[in-house]
């Protein structure tokens, strides 16, 4: 009976160094994190999510534009 308790207790501890070594150890890899979400798939996008993203990249676009032109007017 004591040899068995002794031997829990001594298995018991070691788990728990284990776990702390491994808690203070180099971190998991991002894809051991992500296990939930790699069943994620793409889809395709339609017409109007395109013309979306489309109109939203010109107007970023013509933003950069004129903040350059702005920016080069200001010199001269």
Request: net charge positive.
């Amino acid at each position: 009976m004591k040899k068995t308790l002794t031997f829990a207790t001594l298995t018991f501890l070691g788990g728990l160094a284990l776990g702390a070594g491994a808690a203070s150890a180099a971190p998991m890899a991002v894809n051991g994190l992500q296990t939930d979400q790699s069943s994620v798939t793409q889809v395709r996008m339609d017409r109007s999510e395109r013309m979306m993203k489309k109109r939203m990249m010109r107007k970023h676009m013509m933003k950069r534009h004129m903040m350059k032109k702005r920016m080069m007017n200001r010199g001269m």
